[in-house]
């Protein structure tokens, strides 16, 4: 059992950052590959980036490459997105999710929301104009 908690949404005004958390405990957080998916009101979820157990692969979306970064300290049990320069088609909910099925594996996980056997609640990003 893996408890994912988001933390780190709020309002901010277009142009500026913010720092997501997705802190984990239960399991062995650190073998894990996790990602970044968002839904905005009335939209599908979106997968927004992934990352490897160890931090060394990575995916992102296209929509957000060079504008959001994915990192991990397993020490922490925490991954992080940071998100720069953000627009109001930012705004959604941001939940991160666990793919405890292949323990160490040195490739991303991916952008299909079924890879993923665990979720976090979320948390909302607001943008305003």
């Known amino acids: 059992q893996v408890q994912l908690v988001e933390s780190g949404g709020g309002l901010v005004q277009a142009g500026g950052s913010l720092r997501l958390s997705c802190a984990a405990s239960?399991?062995?957080?650190?073998?894990?590959?996790m990602g970044w998916f968002r839904q905005a009101p009335g939209k599908e979820r979106e997968f927004v980036v992934a990352?490897?157990?160890?931090?060394?692969?990575?995916y992102y979306a296209d929509s957000v490459k060079g504008r959001f970064t994915i990192s991990r300290d397993n020490a922490k049990n925490t991954v992080y997105l940071h998100m720069n320069s953000l627009k109001p088609e930012h705004t959604a909910v941001y939940s991160c999710?666990?793919?405890?099925?292949?323990?160490?594996?040195?490739?991303?996980?991916?952008?299909?929301?079924?890879?993923?056997?665990?979720w976090g609640q979320g948390t909302q990003v607001t943008v305003s104009s």
């Open positions: 239960g399991h062995t957080f650190s073998a894990y590959a």
């Open positions: 990352i490897s157990w160890s931090g060394g692969s990575t």
């Open positions: 999710a666990a793919d405890t099925g292949h323990p160490f594996r040195t490739v991303v996980s991916g952008d299909d929301p079924d890879a993923y056997d665990y």
